[in-house]
């Protein structure tokens, strides 16, 4: 009893879920007005009476009007699908429906440009997606034949129709991306359109314009959750690597000016930077990973931290209290660190010597977190 129970519960709630989703998507109540007619005739008002103002404010529009748009049940009401810019230095623009969306340089790693093409290509390889036409410097790329794992309505029938009229078939569509740079590189705009577009292998003339915006931006979707992921995973990993401890030199930077080397790839030493100036009591005011600068005040490290390191209150890192800058540089294989007072000029020799040995134990420590 409680098995039949719980099978007629499970039925009812795909009966009524697939009924809201028809219900979203068309206007309340009936539709007799799409078979009414607009009356021809003039209103007939008697001799000792003054005729009425007349609005035609709720007339019905002449077939000409209607002529080729939908109109009654064919009429969508549900709101279009729209571009979610999940990526860190996307957006879109308000009212824009269009599969498009803004990128901003955000990671100077490598360039705006290339960043896309990268998640759009592993997007396309991790769906098995053929690429047939690539042109880099055109920023066009066109796909090969993709299958639909969805049901795109035509003009009359619906995305989501469970009615007995609706009938499966094989869709399949080609899709066109476009990317346009600013001329400085540090910007740019990418858009998804629907190049082509077959059911059960014969080409259609016309896919309902709700259909076509649906899929494309549905598709731009999933690119973009692709892109979101492919940069959390690669922040992550760059993360643990920053965790893990490393050595810390005193040597010169290129100027010759005394400064910390740091043999590590400039993203991982970058981060592993701020854990350590954390953990010795400096505080990240501002940071511009471009030009390799750290913008810090020093309020002195923890006191219990500092206990076990010196093995008493008296000793502490021998600097003012104030605000300071580090600079990296990559050389190489290494990371030159130069450390300056706030009017950008580099600390003497002598003071490095004084707090090489704390920033080189902690530099050292394993699992440094924020």
């Known amino acids: 009893m409680i098995r039949h129970s719980a099978l007629v519960l499970a039925v009812a709630a795909v009966v009524s879920g697939c009924s809201s989703v028809e219900e979203r998507r068309t206007a309340n109540g009936n539709f007799q007005y799409v078979e009414q007619q607009q009356g021809s005739g003039t209103l007939q008002t008697p001799p000792d009476l003054v005729a009425p103002k007349m609005d035609n404010q709720y007339a019905l529009p002449s077939h000409v009007e209607t002529q080729g748009k ?23 623009v308000e009212g824009d429906s269009s599969a498009r969306v803004y990128f901003e340089q955000v990671d100077d790693d490598t360039t705006l440009s290339q960043s896309i093409w990268n998640a759009v290509i592993h997007y396309l390889e991790e769906n098995r997606i053929q690429v047939a036409e690539f042109d880099r410097d055109q920023g066009r790329l066109l796909t090969e034949w993709m299958m639909l794992d969805q049901t795109i309505e035509g003009d009359d029938v ?103 080397v740091i043999k590590a790839d400039y993203d991982i030493a970058w981060t592993r930077m701020q854990l350590v100036l954390r953990k010795l009591g400096f505080v990240v005011k501002d940071l511009d990973k471009s030009v390799g600068l750290l913008f810090t005040d020093y309020n002195g490290g923890d006191d219990g931290w500092w206990d076990s390191l010196f093995g008493g209150d008296e000793q502490r890192m021998p600097l003012q209290k104030q605000a300071y800058r580090f600079k990296l540089n990559q050389d190489q294989d290494s990371v030159m660190i130069t450390l300056m007072n706030d009017a950008s000029e580099p600390l003497d020799k002598q003071t490095l010597d004084a707090i090489y040995p704390a920033f080189a134990d902690v530099m050292a420590q394993d699992d440094l977190d924020l």
């Open 70 to 92: 939908p109109v009654g049940k064919a009429l969508r009401v549900d709101s279009p699908a729209l571009v979610m810019p999940l990526v860190t230095g996307s957006r879109v």
């Open 158 to 260: 619906s995305l989501f129709d469970f009615s007995e009229e609706q009938e499966q078939a094989l869709q399949r569509a080609k899709l066109e991306f476009q990317l346009d740079m600013k001329p400085h590189g540090r910007s740019g705009e990418l858009s998804l359109s629907l190049n082509d577009y077959q059911v059960d292998g014969q080409g259609q003339d016309k896919l309902a314009a709700a259909s076509q915006q649906r899929l494309e931006v549905e598709e731009l979707n999933r690119v973009l959750h692709s892109f979101a992921q492919q940069r959390q995973i690669a922040q992550i990993k760059q993360f643990r690597q920053a965790q893990q401890g490393l050595s810390l030199e005193q040597g010169q930077n290129q100027q010759g000016e005394p400064a910390f």
